[in-house]
């Protein structure tokens, strides 16, 4: 593709350092232009995460930036039944504030909020949530973190403190033991996934969890020392378990413990895990998992050396996802497995901006840097910087916001960048709230599934276009340069600008720099980052400031972030999802290399190709005992509703297990997922639905 490229367009005249817009990993690439023209993408050897390597998504991916589906002309229609009609950009906007406004008039300021996009940058997710503050009034702001990591900020910040991943990737080559659970990394995080089995090749050892047999367990080269193919839904119990033989078998790090965790918290702790009803035995069919395998991974994670933990939404996903956070926390704390290379609690995020739309105060309780709005001296720095009072009352998060819109109390929403209507679970209730609303108000590239409830639709940029930062699952906060003028017109900050001085609270910055410059006067961790830093060091991990000028590849070296490490309980309560006679399966989702996410970018690629639907993997004895044929189109029915997608017979998922990606919306795997979520968090449960499949009259 890129030598064509260059045959099509010519050598390249001039490059552009930026980085992908894709995975959590932040691969840094040599944009290679040809005027205004990307000749190709060449990854960047000095690229802080990915040091010269990158994989089919950033590499290749990039022609959506250019796709003639992108909209470039703001449009408004007074009834969502009504064509579109473009206008100028000062009319679009006009016409949102006038709506938002006449909204708050009638039912109060907190009838409205918004929605921050992980794929956006630092500066324009800071923009959106100081809009809904500051101009708005009120705190609801969420992000799509909700739906994927944020039982990892709760986890992570009770426990030790943080809302962090503990390492750098570099970190993986010092690991004796790595755990992977929850995660398909050479899917989801391909450059990462590289240099794992790299270190694997040379002999660190590998415990898998999941349910699902992995690349990393079928890999001819690389040989799982445990595959614990665990059932969905039996995280908090395997953990549980993997914590009570350590401790039953003595082999806990007493000297770390006694240095720097809470003594009391660490001795109540004990108490519950010794309890019989953790033993490996006790689970044994609860998990899925024989007790031997069970003791041999505890053994081995607990005395083989330096032994890190790398995760993903196998984890958090789940209604016990937070729990299950925690408790890879106690088994790091227990067994002194943080706070040095080598080791550590490791997220592996979904998105570019992930942890960057967390860091920059997109959660309804959070002002950026991670601190409670009803904190009176927190909330009077950010009222004398932003000007104006502030709520000191949490919002809604983004479930309760389509719960409110339902009942009538919630009437208009902003949303930045993401495709909720595809995305979220339960698509009836989503869609169902889209369209009760007086005011939907989409900044995205493409009319996408949710646009087609908006009345407002704001052009938005693609990452060639912008200038700013991503923060990717290490911390690292990478630029990102435009290599192409905006085929807006405009910068989304400025628009977001615009649309927060037409609700009448002037908001107005010179450039990204000079956001950033704001970020870094508000946010502790933050307060050492300039555009000029990053720009000389190339990127930097936070925190970054006067105690840490460099930046932070380890956290919690010689200390916890909160003082003592937490050791906290972490009692099994299984799913309120339960299978029955009518629903006997249950479904899991994940992603494949070639496609991200809700496959809006994606699917305007090439890479298309290679995954061109969703499928639905079911181990042979299901299909059989149903009459299905490989390749068949099949029925995936649950208590939510019921979709359409192709048979694929596979020994990869266990017995009574099926499994499917969410990358297409004609399938739209979200049809048939639930409202169930994170007790602490209200992260939806993607990874446990009860379905029936059945043969389909569709051929
Ligand atoms: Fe982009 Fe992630 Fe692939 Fe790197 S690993 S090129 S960040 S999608």
Redesign the pocket.
Known sequence: LSENSIIEHGQPEHSVIT?????????S?KAEMQGETVVRMV?YKDGG??EG???????FAFGYATHSDRITTPMIRDKISDPWTPVSWETAIGFAAERFKAIQARYGKDAIGGITSSRCTNEEVYVVQKAIRAAFGTNNVDTCARVCHSPTGYGLSKTFGTSAGTQDFRSVEQADVVMVIGANPTDG????ASRLKKRLRAGARLIVVDPRRIDLVRSPHIKADYHLQLQPGANVALVNALAHVIVSEGLENRAFIAERCDEADFAYWLEFIRDPRHAPEAVESLTGIPAADLRGAARLYATGGNAAIYYGLGVTEHSQGSTMVIGMANLAMLTGNIGREGVGINPLRGQ?NVQGSCDMGSFPHEFPGYRHVSDDTVRALFEVVWGTALSAEPGLRIPNMFDAALAGTYRGLYVQGEDIAQSDPNTQHVTSALESLDCLVVQDLFLNETAAFAHVFLPGTSFLEKDGTFT?AERRINRVRPVMASKTGKAEWQVTCELATAMGYPMHYDSAADIMDEIARVTPTFRGVSFDLLDRKGSVQWPCNDAAPDGTPTMHIGGFVRGKGRFMITEFVPSDERTSRFFPLILTTGRILSQ?NVGAQTRRTDNVAWHPEDILEIHPHDAEQRGIQDGEMVSLASRMGATTLRACLSDRMPQGVVYTTFHHPVTGANVVTTDHSDWATNCPEYKRTAVQVTRSNQA
């Not at 995080?189 to 990462?192: G, R, S």
């Open positions: 980085t992908c817009a894709y995975c959590g990993v932040g691969c690439f990854p995460a990915n390597h990158s994989c089919v998504k950033g590499r995080h391909p450059v990462f570019n990717n991200y």
